[in-house]
């Protein structure tokens, strides 16, 4: 008999095929008739199999955020791998040897002259370089600040002109855009994304440096830009399973949630209406970026909850406190009863886990195991 | 040549085996000369190297947070080992399966009448067990809450009734401490934890009930504690490593910390007076328990700093964002240098990492690699 999720031990995640094929069928419909590359950013699932679902209907390009996915990703087929946090110089030989394998063009990104210079250094050793400027589109994260991009030349000549090393383009990321929760405030920030790395594109061109890859995106601005011109490709990465928090600032619906946490309960304490189960700050992480716009979200909603609004409220290592403005209904949550949560933040939830326990709801009952994806985490 | 921190790839987890061997003896020299076991909560740690050095004093028994935890450390050698979450009737077939191998006595708990019963009805089938019952001493969690404590002669009677399982005794974890912040504090919330198992215990024995186990315990309130009497063990955890959030309570002096997150410098931000290291929301947590004592400890100040208080005041999944008041020496933290951040909350943290790195501060440099210890994660 196949497992089915009463026989899964708790806590442990599990993933909806159905809703994650959704998922990525609704961002292949926004960027493919744009003729705009889907890049996924595989820090989210950072599991072979949604990578491979993800990029079915892409030229395979791929963004990872540690070295253990580039390896991983590497192993697993994938050959064009963007490395989208900053690189440091005592990362570069790893990042040499990985190249050295068997064509896997491991790309990555620096914002800053210092690096630019010890790329184009260890280039010189016989190793080649891949590498593309990160622009701050108005997150205030890494990346040189638009529309000010002074130094970008600098560092785009020190790449193009070293021997065996590729300036493959430019990239930003519109992280700011998680702080917006209309469609309106979305398309302004993809609209700053695609502003500033198309500009920076035209400096570098017009300075006489090749500039092919112009790359944008977060799951917001990829679901609600109205322009993509002159970005060749977005890099979204929540979107394959979504969460509270693209749910709350109206990246997805509810029911575009594809992932969620299994516990079980394990104590009732009626004197102060709450439950406890097995799934806290390690379990569910201890993410509250959902709270922002949904104050109510604690550490994560119950799915098909007996009461309106039973969340987590709190959390210890391995203890999740459950609470609801209603008298809670005991009968229909005894002890030993499993119930969902769904995450505040799937990237962050998902890192606590080894595996993805897969069903589907539309093709199975969605309590059968289908499959299991592994996934790799730590650096 | 040696590894040292120079040679590590960030981000990874530094331990300070000299901090730590101080922190055990501290622990030690509280409760030895009280007649009080030592069961150190592993949760922390999750390493069997750690977990022999705090047990080197006492009898060797532990207790855990997870099934997997159970499993490593019986493999470990480990004999008695408290499962410390409460059971449900589904992970009772495991339970069995590992008690099975080998006199491993591990030991579950529970704080209700169904669970009982269902470990009297899996007991039938042949397998033993062994369970402590839990009370609330005050912190909300899981219990039977002292003083009414009604239910628990019930609960202890199913237990003690039914062939093939033993009623250990009681346990108390007064997590309430951690939200104070003085000695006279933490000292009245041990003496709660010592009243609630006492009492306990007691009502147990007076109903004819054995209760060899009288189990409390929380780092501060086992550092702090004025009176032992009638309690046979203390279970703290995080006071292996310290962390932020023990220092601003008191329980441990800033000296005390064993454990770091080692970065890279990845980015300079003069605009903003930031920098960003590569070690974010997974590699430190997104635990900001310290800030409740420590409002500018942020996700974690950074060790040895050159201007006061530089701390990681945000996080993406792999960005740290680091800041403090004054402005920063750029030319002190130039990008491609390594920090070390004191984690929050030690056990979260440290949740992320497959090993340690050890170091010695006092038998060595503090910067050579003298070994590797491995942790277990997961569930």
């Known amino acids: 008999m196949p497992d089915t999720l009463d026989t899964l031990l708790t806590p442990c995640l599990v993933l909806d095929r159905a809703v994650l094929q959704r998922n990525i069928d609704r961002m292949t419909a926004r960027l493919k008739p744009a003729g705009v590359q889907l890049r996924p950013h595989l820090k ?26 580039a390896r991983y990703f590497a192993t697993g087929g994938f050959t064009d791998i963007l490395y989208g946090v900053g690189i440091v110089p005592s990362k570069l030989p790893s990042i040499a040897a990985l190249r050295r394998q068997g064509g896997v063009n491991l790309r990555v990104v620096t914002d800053n002259l210092p690096v630019a210079r010890a790329i184009a250094d260890a280039a010189r050793d016989g190793d080649t370089f891949s590498v593309l400027i990160e622009i701050d589109s108005g997150a205030g994260r ?18 193009h002109e ?3 090393v590729e300036l493959a383009g430019v990239m930003t990321h519109g992280g700011h855009s998680y702080h917006e929760s209309t469609p309106d405030g979305i398309a302004r920030v993809a609209e700053q994304e695609r502003l500033a790395v198309v500009t920076a594109a035209r400096m570098l061109r017009e300075a006489g440096i090749p500039c092919p890859i112009v790359s944008a995106g977060s799951t917001p ?4 830009s109205r322009n993509f011109d002159g970005v060749t490709e977005m890099r979204p990465g929540v979107f394959v399973f979504n969460d509270l ?14 992932l969620s946490v299994m516990a079980s309960v394990i104590g009732h304490y009626p004197h102060r209406n709450q439950l406890l189960i097995d799934a806290g700050a390690l379990a569910l ?30 959390c210890s290592q391995e203890h999740g406190f459950v609470q609801a403005d209603a008298p809670l209904p005991w009968d229909k949550l005894p002890i030993g ?14 890192a606590a886990y080894d595996r993805y326990h897969v069903v589907d709801s539309e093709e199975s009952d ?3 195991i289908v499959a299991t994806y592994d996934r790799i985490n730590g650096w």
């Open 44 to 69: 989210t699932a950072k599991s072979v199999d949604v990578g491979r679902m993800a990029t079915a209907a892409f030229d395979g390009r791929i963004t990872v955020s540690t070295l253990a996915e």
């Open 142 to 159: 890494a990346g040189l600040p638009y529309p000010d991009l002074s130094g970008l030349v600098d560092i785009g000549r020190a790449l």
């Open 162 to 164: 070293a021997a065996d």
């Open 221 to 224: 601005t990829a679901m609600h």
């Open 245 to 258: 928090d693209q749910a709350g600032i109206g990246s997805c619906d509810a029911g575009d949630m594809a």
């Open 285 to 314: 992480s201890k993410d509250i970026s959902a709270q922002e716009f949904m104050p109510r979200a604690g550490y994560g909603f119950i799915k098909d909850a007996p009461v309106p609004d039973l969340a987590v409220v709190a």
């Open 337 to 350: 009863s499993k119930v969902r949560v769904w995450p505040n933040h799937a990237c962050i939830t998902a």
């Open 366 to 368: 969605g309590r059968t």
